[in-house]
Every structure is written in structure tokens, then in C-alpha cells.
């Protein structure tokens, strides 16, 4: 049987990153642009140029750099969004620019345009877009919740204007699969001219159906499923590429589709995302949850130590992560660290290594068996050498009887201060403390704690985002200290505004934040 290919588009980098506080750094979308053109995305929506010097910047360096993938980049139905869009991606070697305007009734209430005055704007976008760029996608947002009539007017407008891709997106979440698969069956059906480009689907997560509507897509016509890793996105999210991906892979009878997925590269990425956007992924994920593939029941592992397709429906290597291999401990050098490192995906260079190196011999004075899981932690961990703000000494007294207090040495711009300061709970004291030694004005938004593998020894991984003036950084950490992970990620954080504001006001001179020298 021959398998009609369903190409990924991938928009973790723009309707992912658009989710508030997914924010990513520069470099941080430069790796993550990397590792989903080496797992072989078709195309990777890299972000909105228009919407920032940061998004502009980030787009083009994507394309500059992009070896397979196609690099589109987001523009609303205007042409300066669409020449700086143009701007941005066109030095790919298979550049598309995208471009979308609300045609629902709610929607073309805002520009507030009637049907005539919209079709005429898409007409002249479209055609704008094509007559710089021969990859054009349209998108009409809110599809799903647009007159059946008006939404064969707009896409056949497009087609002719010439766009090559269509995608329908249900911008809402709002659709059910057999509608999501009638709907995409009818344009292909109505629309003349629809047989000469490729109509693509768009989900949202909000009612918990976008991977079921995006695979009902796929059976209406599709043959590209937009989608994020984790399913990051704005409110519930988008589809998420491993599960469409991996529901394609492993019902292959029912669905007769392929992709240009190497699978085994998506844990990698999932934790990556997870790591760069501090959205962790929640443990009964599909595919990529920490218990996806665990069997804790006895009936179960029974079955799995006697053929593990009793209770498996993939292997856990086809997503990327090894069977189960041996920890290291503190007797482990260098070499078998490096080789580990290696067999998990990472080919460090030797500096970095050496750092990694570092941290691991100080984790494993502390625990004595140190997991796959646990050098990741070590490896994402995100502080740098360079960072202004640095964690020196903790020392955090806690009981029955608050306040709890927490004595803390921090370097400053490479200059020890220390302070004493109490609150509510040891990390609220922690936090406290950090704030007396350098005040700012940011504001917490999330702290989550979660630990990297089982035991009282285990590593707690924190995240901690904080906000500033609409500047959004997301901290991370892991130590077996809670308490310490917490203030390191707190600290991680406010380096990661700092930066921003930096990036942000170019000229800006971040050694005028004031801090309190208390040494
Ligand atoms: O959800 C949506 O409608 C979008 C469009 C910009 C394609 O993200
Ligand atoms: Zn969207």
C-alpha cells in the first residue's frame, strides 16, 4: 500500500511562544529551530517579524541557518506585516510567508469589513505575498466558525491569488473530528482550483480534541498538520507533534500516512521545550509524560517482563528514550560521563562538558546513584558563567514555629554581599532574601517544583517565571535542596531579565540596577 505523506509544520516557535510566559530567549529559538529541522519538520513557523526587532531578528537567523526545513514566517493581512515578513525569511532556501485575517462573523468585526470589503483585502494580500515569495500560505482565522458559503468564497479567492497552501484553522478549539473531517472534505469538494494546493489543519486544544480533530483533518484531505511540541500554545495549547506524529506511526493499518519524522528525536526536544519555556510536561502526557511508559501495577510488569506488547503499543526507544541502562555514581570519571552524555543525545563540547563535569561530581557527593534523568537536569541547567547575580551560601532555619529564616550570601557584579531575612515558609524566606540583597520590581508569576527521578535523594527540578514591564524570563534549577534549587532558579530568572531588559534597550546600562550592599 503506498502511504500519502502528511507534512509537519511546526509553529512551537510562534503560536507556541505566543502562550504568556513561554517566552524564549534568542539562542534559546535558534536551538530549538535547529533540533526540529534535524528531526525532520517540513516546515518550521519560526515567529511574527512584525511583532518585534527580537521576533525579526530571530526569524531571519533561523533562515540564514535552516538546512532542510521550509521557514515561514507569520504576516496579518497588511502589506508592511507582509514585507517584513518577507524581509525576514527570505534568505531560506525554501522560504514561505503565511498570512491570515478572521473571516467568522466575529471576527471581521474587528477590522470591521464586510464580506465584499475582505475578500478584496484578501485578494490584494495574497497577491502582494506571491509577488515576492512563490510559497504562500493563507490562513482564514476562526474557520471553523465562518459561513460555510463565505469561507468557499474567501479560499477560492486565495487560490487564485495564488496561494499554495490553505490551512483552516479552528483558532478556538471548537470543532469535533467528524465535523474537522467533513469540513476540509467540502472545500476540497466545493472550492475550484482546490485540487492545486495543499490544505493544511490547524487545532486548538480548549475542549481536549485538537491531535483527534487534526488526524480527522488528515482523513477529510490534509496533508499538513500544524502543530507544537508538548502541544504548547496559547490557552490549552495546539495539537502536539508527537502525538499526530506517533498516532500516524503506530496505526499506519488505519491511517495510511507517513511523515518525515525521525521519532526518536522527540523526547529530546520535548524536554528541551519543556526546559526553555518552563512549561513542564505533566506526568500522564502522552508520549512524552515522565509516566507514559512506566508500568507500576503488578499485573502489568508481569506482562511486560513476559512480551511487552501485553501492555505497549510502541517501544520507548522509537520516542527517543533508552531502555534502561546503568547510573553512574562518584566513582565514574569524565570519559564514562562524556560517554553517557552521548548515548543520551548531547555531544558537548569540552568546556561545557567540563562544567557539566563539575556539577555532576557535586551531585554525586550528595546522592548515590545518579540517573539518566538527573544529568539531564544537570546538563539544562541554565545559569551561566557569565550571569551578574550568583548564588554563594544558603543557610535556611525552618520548624514548627515560623517565620523561617533564610542567611544568604549572593555575588553581585563579583562582589559578596549577605544578608538575613525571614517569611512565610522557607522558600518565601529564600526568596526575601534575594529581594534584600537585590531589589527589583518583578513580579512572580509561576514557581513549580517537580522531582527529576524517584527517592528522598532525589534532584527537585524548580521553575520559576518572573514578570517586569510586560519582559517575561523563566529560571531554572535542580539540586537535591529544594530550597537551593528554588534560589537558584529565582536568581536564574532575574539574570534572564536583566538580559532582556538589556536586549531590549540597547544602550541600557544594567550596571545601574541599584542593589543593597549589605556586605
Ligand atoms: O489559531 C489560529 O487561527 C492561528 C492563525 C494565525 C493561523 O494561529
Ligand atoms: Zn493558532
Same mark, same amino acid.
Given at each position: 500500500?503506498?502511504?500519502?505523506?502528511?507534512?509537519?509544520?511546526?509553529?512551537?516557535?510562534r503560536?507556541?511562544?505566543?502562550?504568556?510566559?513561554?517566552?524564549?530567549?534568542?539562542?534559546?529559538?535558534?536551538?530549538?529551530?535547529?533540533?526540529?529541522?534535524?528531526?525532520?519538520?517540513?516546515?518550521?513557523?519560526?515567529?511574527?517579524?512584525?511583532?518585534?526587532e527580537?521576533?525579526?531578528?530571530?526569524?531571519?537567523?533561523?533562515?540564514e541557518?535552516a538546512?532542510?526545513?521550509?521557514?515561514?514566517?507569520?504576516?496579518?493581512?497588511?502589506?508592511?506585516?507582509?514585507?517584513?515578513?518577507?524581509?525576514?525569511?527570505?534568505?531560506?532556501?525554501?522560504?514561505?510567508?503565511?498570512?491570515?485575517?478572521?473571516?467568522?462573523?466575529?471576527?471581521?468585526?474587528?477590522?470591521n469589513?464586510?464580506?465584499?470589503?475582505?475578500?478584496?483585502?484578501?485578494?490584494?494580500?495574497?497577491?502582494?505575498?506571491?509577488?515576492?515569495?512563490?510559497?504562500?500560505?493563507?490562513?482564514?482565522?476562526?474557520?471553523?466558525?465562518?459561513?460555510?458559503?463565505?469561507?468557499?468564497?474567501?479560499?477560492?479567492?486565495?487560490?487564485k491569488?495564488?496561494?499554495?497552501?490553505?490551512?483552516?484553522?479552528?483558532?478556538?478549539?471548537?470543532?469535533?473530528?467528524?465535523?474537522?473531517?467533513?469540513?476540509?472534505?467540502?472545500?476540497?469538494?466545493?472550492?475550484?482550483?482546490?485540487?492545486?494546493?495543499?490544505?493544511?489543519?490547524?487545532?486548538?486544544?480548549?475542549?481536549?480534541?485538537?491531535?483527534?480533530?487534526?488526524?480527522?483533518?488528515?482523513?477529510?484531505?490534509a496533508?499538513?498538520?500544524?502543530?507544537?511540541?508538548?502541544?504548547?500554545?496559547?490557552?490549552?495549547?495546539?495539537?502536539?507533534?508527537?502525538?499526530?506524529?506517533?498516532? !500516524?506511526?503506530?496505526?499506519?493499518?488505519?491511517?495510511?500516512?507517513?511523515?518525515?519524522?525521525d521519532?526518536?528525536?522527540?523526547?529530546?526536544?520535548?524536554?528541551?521545550?519543556?526546559t526553555?519555556?518552563?512549561?513542564?510536561?505533566?506526568?500522564?502526557?502522552?508520549?512524552?509524560?515522565?509516566?507514559?511508559?512506566?508500568?507500576?501495577?503488578?499485573?502489568?510488569?508481569?506482562?511486560?517482563?513476559?512480551?511487552?506488547e501485553?501492555?505497549?503499543?510502541?517501544?520507548?526507544?522509537?520516542?527517543?528514550l533508552?531502555?534502561?541502562?546503568?547510573?553512574?555514581?562518584?566513582?565514574?570519571?569524565?570519559?564514562?560521563?562524556?560517554?553517557?552524555?552521548?548515548?543520551?543525545?548531547?555531544?558537548?563540547?569540552?568546556?561545557?562538558?567540563?562544567?557539566?563535569?563539575?556539577?555532576?561530581?557535586?551531585?554525586?557527593?550528595?546522592?548515590?546513584?545518579?540517573?539518566d534523568?538527573?544529568?539531564?537536569a544537570?546538563?539544562?541547567?541554565?545559569?551561566?558563567?557569565?550571569?551578574?547575580?550568583?548564588?554563594?551560601?544558603?543557610?535556611?532555619?525552618?520548624?514548627t514555629?515560623?517565620?523561617?529564616?533564610?542567611?544568604?550570601?549572593?555575588?553581585?557584579?563579583?562582589?559578596?554581599?549577605?544578608?538575613?531575612?525571614?517569611?512565610?515558609?522557607?522558600?518565601?524566606?529564600?526568596f526575601?532574601?534575594?529581594?534584600?540583597?537585590?531589589?527589583?520590581?518583578?513580579? !512572580?508569576?509561576?514557581?513549580?517544583?517537580?522531582?527529576?527521578?524517584?527517592?528522598?535523594?532525589?534532584?527537585?527540578?524548580?521553575?520559576?517565571?518572573?514578570?517586569?514591564?510586560?519582559?517575561?524570563?523563566?529560571?531554572?534549577s535542580?539540586?537535591?535542596d529544594?530550597?537551593?534549587?528554588?534560589?537558584?532558579?529565582?536568581?536564574?530568572?532575574?539574570?534572564? !531579565?536583566?538580559?532582556?531588559?538589556?536586549?531590549?534597550?540597547?544602550?541600557?546600562?544594567?550596571?545601574?540596577?541599584?542593589?543593597?550592599?549589605?556586605?
Amino acid at each position: 500500500m503506498t502511504k500519502d505523506k502528511v507534512l509537519i509544520f511546526d509553529t512551537t516557535l510562534r503560536d507556541g511562544e505566543q502562550s504568556p510566559g513561554a517566552t524564549m530567549t534568542h539562542d534559546e529559538k535558534l536551538e530549538i529551530a535547529e533540533l526540529l529541522d534535524e528531526m525532520g519538520v517540513d516546515i518550521i513557523e519560526a515567529g511574527f517579524p512584525i511583532a518585534s526587532e527580537g521576533d525579526f531578528r530571530a526569524v531571519s537567523e533561523i533562515a540564514e541557518r535552516a538546512k532542510n526545513a521550509v521557514i515561514c514566517g507569520l504576516a496579518r493581512a497588511n502589506y508592511k506585516d507582509i514585507d517584513r515578513c518577507w524581509e525576514a525569511v527570505k534568505h531560506a532556501k525554501a522560504p514561505r510567508i503565511h498570512t491570515f485575517i478572521g473571516t467568522s462573523p466575529l471576527h471581521r468585526a474587528i477590522p470591521n469589513l464586510n464580506q465584499d470589503e475582505m475578500a478584496e483585502r484578501i485578494h490584494d494580500t495574497v497577491t502582494h505575498a506571491r509577488n515576492l515569495c512563490d510559497n504562500v500560505q493563507w490562513s482564514p482565522m476562526d474557520a471553523t466558525r465562518t459561513e460555510e458559503d463565505y469561507l468557499c468564497r474567501t479560499v477560492e479567492i486565495a487560490i487564485k491569488a495564488g496561494a499554495t497552501t490553505i490551512n483552516i484553522p479552528d483558532t478556538v478549539g471548537y470543532t469535533a473530528p467528524i465535523e474537522s473531517a467533513d469540513l476540509i472534505r467540502m472545500l476540497i469538494n466545493k472550492v475550484p482550483g482546490a485540487d492545486e494546493v495543499i490544505f493544511a489543519t490547524h487545532c486548538h486544544n480548549d475542549l481536549g480534541m485538537a491531535t483527534a480533530n487534526s488526524l480527522a483533518a488528515v482523513e477529510g484531505g490534509a496533508r499538513q498538520i500544524e502543530c507544537t511540541i508538548n502541544g504548547l500554545g496559547e490557552r490549552a495549547g495546539n495539537t502536539a507533534l508527537e502525538e499526530v506524529v506517533m498516532a !500516524l506511526k503506530v496505526r499506519g493499518d488505519i491511517m495510511p500516512y507517513t511523515t518525515g519524522i525521525d521519532t526518536r528525536k522527540i523526547m529530546n526536544i520535548s524536554r528541551r521545550v519543556a526546559t526553555v519555556s518552563g512549561f513542564h510536561v505533566q506526568f500522564n502526557k502522552a508520549i512524552v509524560g515522565k509516566n507514559a511508559f512506566a508500568h507500576e501495577s503488578g499485573i502489568h510488569q508481569d506482562g511486560m517482563l513476559k512480551n511487552s506488547e501485553t501492555f505497549e503499543i510502541m517501544r520507548p526507544e522509537d520516542v527517543g528514550l533508552a531502555g534502561t541502562s546503568l547510573p553512574l555514581g562518584k566513582h565514574s570519571g569524565r570519559a564514562a560521563l562524556r560517554a553517557k552524555l552521548s548515548e543520551l543525545g548531547f555531544d558537548l563540547a569540552d568546556n561545557q562538558l567540563n562544567d557539566v563535569f563539575v556539577r555532576f561530581k557535586d551531585l554525586a557527593d550528595r546522592k548515590k546513584e545518579v540517573y539518566d534523568d538527573d544529568l539531564m537536569a544537570l546538563v539544562y541547567q541554565n545559569d551561566s558563567g557569565d550571569d551578574r547575580l550568583k548564588l554563594k551560601w544558603l543557610r535556611v532555619v525552618c520548624g514548627t514555629e515560623g517565620p523561617q529564616t533564610a542567611e544568604m550570601v549572593m555575588t553581585i557584579d563579583g562582589k559578596d554581599v549577605n544578608t538575613s531575612a525571614t517569611g512565610d515558609g522557607p522558600v518565601d524566606a529564600t526568596f526575601n532574601a534575594v529581594k534584600a540583597l537585590f531589589p527589583h520590581g518583578a513580579r !512572580l508569576q509561576l514557581y513549580q517544583v517537580s522531582a527529576v527521578t524517584e527517592g528522598t535523594d532525589a534532584q527537585a527540578t524548580v521553575s520559576v517565571r518572573m514578570e517586569e514591564e510586560g519582559r517575561i524570563a523563566t529560571g531554572q534549577s535542580a539540586d537535591t535542596d529544594t530550597v537551593v534549587a528554588s534560589a537558584k532558579a529565582y536568581i536564574n530568572a532575574l539574570n534572564r !531579565l536583566l538580559v532582556r531588559r538589556e536586549q531590549s534597550e540597547p544602550g541600557y546600562d544594567v550596571k545601574g540596577v541599584s542593589y543593597k550592599d549589605s556586605a
